[in-house]
């Protein structure tokens, strides 16, 4: 497979509030602290953290929406961050994003055809007499039915309109969709249709997914390879399977631990994980998941555990779990 | 089981909308035992938040009216209780905590401030002896160095240890029944692993009784003794933990525990049930499922299905019930 996205040692910092009246010290938020990925054409990868590591900034990132501080993003082997406007076009014309709620992500004033032949409008990917026959094709695909062309979000339900969103993302025609959170607001009944659909969609199109969520039960249905962030950092990434079955990061551990299982002879667990996600203002030194951690040593509070390469899967943790 | 601490019979929240009536919530009747916690689940708009306000006679809106026979809670009925009698029933017998601990406490108030007021006023105790308690609630739920965080404001705490603050506040009344609306939605999958264990352990110690409101099965499965499930403002199943979650009756609870991204372990398509809820100003005269089941007969379509007691302690609104030997 062909690689067609590779992101390497990517750092996004904002300003942080505060830092006196003149603001003479600006202080820095490290929202994405060197973290590196790669995506095949065709594949899919869930990237998953808890709230504020950092996911969405590195999703927006690599589809140059937030400005990167350093590193590389290279889309199909030419680096974003160096290139020139038409470089970002073609970036826009092959990439397109889901986003998490629907209802916001649609502008309410206008029909659903509208929204949908505005980017074919602005991609000039057909001709304008043949756009109304392509809105048409584009809710087909997404299980929609052509009459609802007509009608506004407001008068579609929740799935729908994640469908019409999903719809517009495919008008484009794109090689790589970033989906942010895209099941989260649905209940669990409708979430399935959309992940199906999703899986159809990959399939039939060869489309690659950055898939983010915070829900590692939906990762396990609809990616090859899982990257699990912690604070700005990727602290372990791998095939689904191996990283669910036996996680080397005691965090990577801890979030398999505590996925909510419909099993009724699984309890919870007798000792959660204790703490919470440390501010990213003042991270911790060294591994920044080291004061959660119950097997840190001295020096996991000391030095940044460098990414270890295992047979296909990395880990940065100094003292990783043994295989099983 | 030990005798009903909390009886709900016939309980319907109904909303004038216009000429109207639309019925949001019908019907509800269950028993809640001492120490049981309660799973009541369904997806958005099913009834699941306004039956626990009904409860509390709370709702959010003057054109929502509450009907019922009766809601018996330590030898009063709520639903016959003047306003003044009711408030005193909020906080002492009946507690809630909500998902967003954020928009439900007060912002420029001390956390401490926030969790004695209940206990003045609902135990006459003194200023000093309501601190002291509410340092020991503090220390109860969790929350490190409470000598130190009583006098901390809620913006000082963290999401998680805001949500602690908030059940301390409702733990303060000493309610013998806590309704937990959503308390874990809102928070991290590791943060909630520890307020689910904290809700568990308070059960065990003060024999707490709870309704843990949630739309995941999966929080329900790790918490709960009972569970039921509500479709369109109705209950469809409610019965034991165990027997619900290995031998689902209605279709239902069967197709969402099948939904559950957890149900199964292999990669690949999901199960989903087809179409989606009905609204609530259409509902189908029959049975509210039946456009989504698979098991529908013209039966289904003609008449309602009442809820009906099919063994101990479970009882199913169906008329085309799954086969208790599993999915049929």
Known sequence: MTTLLQVNDLHVQFPAPGGGLLNLRPRKINAVNGASLSLAAGQALGLVGESGCGKSTLARAILQLTPASSGQVLFDGSDMRQGNRLDIERLRRETAMIFQDPYSA???????GQILAEVLHVQRRVPTAQIPARVAELLGLVGLRAELAE?????????QCQRVGIARALAVEPRLIVA????????VSIQGQIINLLLDLRQRMGLALLFITHDLGVVRHLCDRVAVMYLGRIVEEGPVAEVFDDPRHPYTAALVQSIADIDPAR????????????????????????????HALPQCGADIPPSHAEGGRYHACVHPRLPC | MSPALLQVRELSVIARAGQRDITLVDRLSFDLGEGEILGLVGESGSGKTLACRALMRLLPSPNLRLEGQAVRLASNDLLRLDEAGMRRMRGRE?????????????????????????????????????????????????????KTRVDSYPHEFSGGMRQRAMIAVALGCNPKVLIA???????????????????????????????LISHDLGVVAQTCDSIAVMYAGRLCEHGAKQALLSQPRHPYSAGLLACHP????????MNTIAGQPPLLD??????????????????CRAQLPELRVIGPGHRLACHTPLLAGGLS
């Open chain 1, 180 to 187: 942010d959170e895209c099941v989260a607001a649905l209940d």
């Open chain 2, 262 to 269: 957890a149900a199964r372990r292999h990669t690949g398509l």
């Open chain 1, 106 to 112: 649609l502008n309410p004033r206008q029909r659903i």
């Open chain 1, 267 to 294: 309890r919870l667990p007798q000792h959660p994980l204790a703490g919470e996600p440390p501010s990213p203002l003042q991270p911790p030194s060294g591994c920044a998941f080291h004061p959660r951690c119950r």
């Open chain 1, 151 to 159: 009608r506004k979000p407001g008068s579609l339900s929740g799935g």
């Open chain 2, 181 to 211: 609306d959503e308390p874990t939605t809102a928070l991290d999958v590791t943060v909630q692993a520890q307020i689910l264990r904290l809700l568990l352990e308070l059960r065990d110690r003060r024999g707490l009784s709870m309704i």
């Open chain 2, 94 to 146: 009946l507690g809630m905590i909500f998902q967003n601990p954020s928009s439900h406490l007060d912002p420029l108030m001390r956390i401490g401030a926030q969790i004695a007021e209940g206990i003045r006023l609902h135990q006459g105790a003194s200023r000093r002896e309501a601190r002291a308690e509410a340092i020991e609630v503090l220390r109860q739920v969790g929350i490190p160095d409470p």
């Open chain 2, 282 to 299: 259409a509902l189908p005269a029959g049975c509210r499922f039946e456009p989504r089941c698979l098991q529908a007969t013209p039966d």
